[in-house]
């Protein structure tokens, strides 16, 4: 690929798709000019309220590696093995992620993911990140952005490409869809999400098993808790927004009190803060958004949440962006940095697999709230542990596709996923236990049944 002597490419939006694109495209020696509406992270406080942390999972990693930025981001990773359910009566379960060692996903703070990125970026000399640039308007067709600083003031910046990665609020969107340049569909659930903190101990320790993602599973809302460096957990409340019991009509610390002792009394034991917190923090909405088609022009390119926002249930939005930065950074250099080219090779290439996890991600937050208490929850996935050990180049479990198997498409992952619960469901129909049933003739009804896999 040649040194370029165009315009410097845009980035929109210096957030973790943003900022990691940003990077691979310098790496590939382009001029990259990165607006980004919010004051710089390294040295301002972040928003309260807004997921802290988030699970990184294979597909994630694999794209970080591909920068050159595990050695930075590694010491912010918290292993996190498995799923700690924890019943009413306070009773719990660990159900594992995987089978293998290395089969665990990482909690990271989304904070310090961001600054990590954001160092690496801006350490690049292709990059120039200007902060506290909210993008008003851009124009698809001349390349132009405007943007707006904290006093009003604009400017406009022109280049050969824009690169849109300003999340599921996506200014550049709406542009395209006031223009009659693409459908975007949102679909918003009719629940919520809100953030509280269990605190570390006095010692500075996890008052909670650390190595696992802790669940209160309650059928049609529930409460989780990642585990952070510093000792303690961020929990994220998903709730109905209205209705009994929903956000709306937990108003008042009586109410949030006595919801919390019914439903988790043992967080609540572990929450001192837990009142004040919940009627201070927001409320924040969460849906899936589909947009069709993701560019426009050659000029403009939606990607990571700006196309394809999805619910956070199977925790991979952030690695299904960086996914799509390095499949774009790989196109990049096979298509010698011919945009008009590579915006619709970049969308025929990602759309089947963002569109299966956005539905894999909505089925799995019924699997996170109820199915998991379910003894044939265990049962299946205990027997899809055991058939992946004796044919791992047929089945391999959904789950474990989605999270640590980046060489498998999304797409893939969900078409193989289906064959494997409809063979799953028959095998352990009428059974308890692992014990009733006959492994041998399981492990033949798969060979028979499910092709081998080249992997992709
Ligand atoms: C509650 C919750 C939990 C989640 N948990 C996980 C998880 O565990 N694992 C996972 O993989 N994903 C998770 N996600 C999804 C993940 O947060 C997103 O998929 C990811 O942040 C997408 O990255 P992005 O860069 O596309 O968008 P963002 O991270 O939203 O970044 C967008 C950037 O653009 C900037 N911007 C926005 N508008 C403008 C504008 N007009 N002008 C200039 N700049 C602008 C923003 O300030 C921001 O920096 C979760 C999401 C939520 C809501």
Known sequence: MSETNRKPIIVLGGGLAGALLALLLAQRRQRVYVLEGRADPRQHARERGRSINLALAARG???????GLMPAIRPLMMPMRGRQLHA???SERFLPYGQRPEEEIYAVSRNALNCALLDAATAHPGVTVSFGQRCVEVDPITGTVV????HGNRRGDQADV???CDGAGSVARRTMVEQGLCDAREDWLPHGYLELTIPADANGHHRLAPEALHIWPRGGYMLIALPNPDGSFTCTLFLPHDGQ???????DPDAVQAFFHEQFPDALALMPAL???FLANPVGRLGTVRTTPWHTGGRLLLLGDAAHAIVPFHGQGMNCAFEDCRDLARLFEAHEGDWPTLLPAFEALRRPSAEAIADMALENYVEMRDTVRDPGFALQKALAFELERALPDRFIPRYSMVMFHPEISYAEAQRRGAHQDRLLAELTAGHQALEEIDLAQATRRVRQQLAASDGH
């Open 61 to 67: 990693i694999d794209a970080l590696e591909f920068a």
């Open 88 to 90: 009413t009566d306070g």
């Open 147 to 150: 943007t707006e600083d904290e």
């Open 162 to 164: 824009v690169l849109a």
């Open 245 to 251: 019991p929903g956000f709306a009509q937990l108003r």
């Open 275 to 277: 009142v004040p917190e």
